[in-house]
Nanobody, 123 residues
Framework: QVQLVESGGGFVQPGGSLRLSCVVS????????MGWFRQAPGKEREFVSA????????SYSDSVRGRFTISRDNAKNSVYLQSNNLKPEDTAVYYC????????????????WGQGTQVTVSS
């Protein structure tokens, strides 16, 4: 059984930073792309970032590019999202996702999902 467990969310003031982590068990991530999505109250789940099994391949949504950095540690079967200069509009539940084959911004290209971690940005 594949499980993804996110952590690192919390409450932060605008301009602050958080580092989200996702640990995967039950399957190695080393041959698969991994992604982060988020869902704010009343909104659809949206793509945030993805990373290929080669770490030099990354993708970001326009809303987070330049502020967020995705990374992976295949030895630890983990993926990370460093989130800097956070804004109130970044408030959402952040989900880690296990990709199928290619770097993608579409949720349908991801087979396994974590339970999410809440990020709240407010003054």
């Amino acid at each position: 059984q594949v499980q993804l467990v996110e952590s690192g969310g919390g409450f932060v003031q605008p301009g602050g930073s958080l580092r989200l982590s996702c640990v995967v068990s039950g399957r190695t991530i080393s041959l698969n792309p991994m992604g982060w999505f988020r869902q704010a109250p009343g909104k659809e789940r949206e793509f945030v970032s993805a990373i290929g099994y080669h770490s030099f391949l990354t993708s970001y949504s326009d809303s987070v590019r330049g502020r967020f950095t995705i990374s992976r540690d295949n030895a630890k079967n983990s993926v990370y999202l460093q989130s800097n200069n956070l804004k109130p509009e970044d408030t959402a539940v952040y989900y880690c996702a296990f990709g199928r084959s290619s770097l993608s911004a579409s949720w349908s290209d991801y087979d396994y999902w974590g339970q999410g971690t809440q990020v709240t940005v407010s003054s």
